[in-house]
């Protein structure tokens, strides 16, 4: 798929459901029907960056800080085993005092402990300290760029470097991780032709992983007074995330079901293969507020778990086997 054919589908007028129908053709005969859980810890909310899009960015004095201790990191990934997830996603701000070296024996003990995979969200690190936690046995790690436009990127994220972004994902691979991106859809100032480069960019980078959400306008954030992204758009993303990527993991994201009650279960639908239920506590997940609205902050992990599992019933899917590693050795 070009470019051209790219942008015919992300047309908002175009009907989408010759684009959802394939997605999801694609999704079967590549990826298969089983949709891999990945139990989500989101533990801490500290973070330095000053990202304009981010309900926890630094310097917004109205959010709870919260940072959970290794104990309770670990209860987390004992909940996971006993609720039969295959993976760990250990997502935070990028919070100097759970840097690389507290993250190496957290690490370590959960890959001793359990049989776990464990995929990494802790942003922007040195080359050395990748390599160092890949040695310590994290299997996965996300880093978004959420934007291709560098002109974008420079007024959303205005003490990041766009270079150096990139130059991480890079970093990632060669420290042997399966490396994960993705974008946001919507952003104020986005455009049809940037987002059409950001889904080329997900297969020349040749993603493990790729994930999508809806841009959600947060309150005490710079683009509080910003219109949000449509469902309708990251759904035609996703869809062209997975056609045009082909075995790339994709999760239907928190995002998607919290601007629509059948958010996810549609992302299912035109290409996505991945949940991720929310194990962290229940007391600090209103605090993880990246934006606002976010479903599932209520839930103990238990009941997280049973309404994914009704989800797919309901869908005619099943959770899929093993870790849900990539499947780039496969080919």
């Not at 760029?145 to 991480?168: C, G, I, N």
């Not at 040749?206 to 509080?224: E, N, Q, S, Y």
Request: with cysteine.
């Amino acid at each position: 798929m070009n470019k051209d054919e790219i942008l015919y589908w992300l047309d908002p007028d175009r009907d989408a459901a010759p684009l959802f129908a394939r997605a999801d053709k694609v999704r079967r005969e590549r990826v298969g029907d089983g949709v891999h859980l990945r139990g989500l810890i989101e533990f801490s909310n500290i973070c330095r960056r000053r990202c304009y899009y981010c309900g926890i960015r630094s310097g917004n004095a109205r959010v709870r800080r919260y940072r959970l201790s290794a104990e309770e990191i670990m209860g987390c990934a004992r909940t996971a085993v006993r609720l039969g997830y295959g993976t760990v996603v250990m997502q935070s701000g990028e919070d100097p005092g759970w840097g690389p070296a507290a993250l190496i024996p957290l690490v370590e003990k959960i890959k001793t402990e359990t049989d776990l995979a464990v995929t990494l969200s802790v942003g922007e690190h040195s080359r050395g300290d990748y390599r160092a936690l890949r040695a310590a046995g994290a299997d996965r790690f996300l880093l978004r760029f959420e934007t291709s436009d560098r002109r974008l990127f420079a007024l959303l994220r205005p003490d990041s470097d766009y270079d150096a972004r990139f130059r991480r994902l890079a970093w990632l691979r060669e420290a042997g991780f399966q490396v994960g991106s993705g974008v946001m859809t919507g952003l104020p100032g986005q455009t049809r032709e940037s987002l059409a480069d950001d889904i080329l960019i997900f297969r020349d980078l040749a993603l493990d992983m790729v994930g999508v959400g809806p841009f959600i306008p947060g309150p005490d954030t710079p683009l509080a007074d910003a219109e949000p992204g449509t469902l309708d758009l990251a759904l035609r993303v996703t869809a062209l995330a997975r056609v045009v990527t082909g075995d790339a993991h994709i999760p239907a994201t928190t995002a998607m079901g919290s601007i629509d009650p059948q958010g996810r279960q549609k992302a299912l639908r035109c290409g996505a293969n991945v949940l991720m239920p929310n194990i962290s506590p229940t007391e600090h997940r209103p605090d993880y507020s990246l934006y606002p609205g976010k479903i599932c902050t209520g839930e103990r992990p238990e009941e997280c778990s049973a309404c994914v599992d009704a989800m797919l019933t309901g869908l005619g899917r099943s959770r899929a086997e093993g870790h849900g590693h990539s499947l780039k050795g496969e080919r």
